[in-house]
């Protein structure tokens, strides 16, 4: 036992000895009497970083996995994720858009004089096609104010498949929009104006939404709709300019106000359509593809602008 401390004690002795041949002083020397910390545990302190860093991914996984899932599963009018989208969607063939210059306004139209137009490929308005819709008289911001508000679990319902779009507006839920003070939910000089749209899903809100209107009487009698409508309402600033995300050719009435229309080709048809703007009025119903014509819109000045949306094809 002696012999081993002795023996220790040289190699010690030996490895001063050639540190202070390269150059370490008496100062430093002795920050270094106990070469190793005993009490300094490194496991422990390793464990410790690897529990904590468990236990922040699991508490952060469930929202990690809601944004994701927000993110990446919307099948919807305009989808979240939509750059992927727009950078992955097939190549358009541009014959649907030569030579479109202006819509196809129609008025009276029988479903046999609009099966000739049903699947054009351009805008189409019919005129004064809502007249005996209910909504022309009933629909406003305070009729859906109140059918959100009686209805027990309709605002989740928009979490569960049925988008809301804020488009420009600041307003980030149903909610919200029918929680804004009277002076801005009428636009009134100062305020900021607004301009929304979702879906309804919730069975008994669209149940009675029904009530109200009637898909249009003159389209094809073969063709599928939509189980869902949506409605856009609001002032001035409209919708960005967007494609949609829908399986089927869109309709929508006007039932208030009037809407300024601004559609443009796809950007690999540029070279040869053009894109063209168009007015429709209250009473009207707009028809077009907006799979694959690029849409915006606009409401004149101090027009209360609101419609029913849905798919037909
Ligand atoms: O009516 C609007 O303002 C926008 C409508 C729209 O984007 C659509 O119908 O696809
Ligand atoms: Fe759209």
Redesign the pocket.
């Known amino acids: 036992m002696r012999y081993r401390k002795r023996s220790l004690k040289k190699r010690i002795c030996a490895v001063q000895k050639t540190a202070i041949a390269n150059g370490l002083n008496n100062f430093e020397m002795k920050q270094f009497d106990l070469i190793c910390d005993y009490n300094h545990n490194d496991k422990s302190e390793k464990f410790n970083k690897r529990l904590i860093f468990v236990l922040l991914i699991l508490f952060l996984l469930p929202w990690i996995l809601f944004v994701l899932n927000n993110f990446m599963s919307a099948r919807c009018?305009v989808p979240s994720n939509y750059l992927i989208w727009e950078a992955t969607r097939p190549l358009a063939n541009c014959a649907y858009c030569e030579n479109v210059t202006k819509p196809i306004v129609l008025y009276n139209v029988t479903r046999h004089e609009f099966n000739k137009y049903a699947y054009s490929t351009g805008p189409i308005i019919v005129k004064n096609a809502i007249k005996s819709w209910r909504a022309t008289k009933e629909f406003n911001y305070k009729m859906f104010k109140r059918l959100y508000e009686e209805t027990g679990g309709s605002y989740e319902s928009l979490d569960d498949g049925c988008q809301f779009l804020n488009f420009k507006t600041d307003l980030f839920s149903l909610k919200e929009v029918f929680n804004m003070p009277e002076e801005r939910v009428k636009n009134e000089p100062g305020q900021k104006p607004w301009y929304v749209?979702w879906g309804n899903c919730h069975p008994e809100i669209l149940s009675k939404v029904r009530q109200y209107y009637n898909v249009p009487d003159f389209l094809p009698s073969d063709a599928e709709f939509s189980g869902t409508e949506n409605i856009?309402f609001g002032y001035e600033i409209?919708?960005v300019m967007?494609l949609?995300y829908i399986s089927r050719l869109?309709w929508?009435g006007q039932v208030s106000g009037n809407?300024i229309w601004s559609i443009a080709p796809v950007p690999e048809c540029d070279h040869v359509c053009n894109g063209l703007e168009f007015y429709v009025e209250k009473g009207d119903i707009v028809f077009l593809d907006?799979r694959i014509w690029y849409?915006s819109?606009r409401i004149p000045a101090g027009e209360f602008s609101l419609?029913v949306?849905s798919e037909y094809g």
Do not use: E, I, S, V
Request: proline share 0%; net charge neutral.
């Open positions: 009018l749209g856009f409209g919708a967007h949609d869109m929508q809407k907006t849409h819109t419609t949306q």
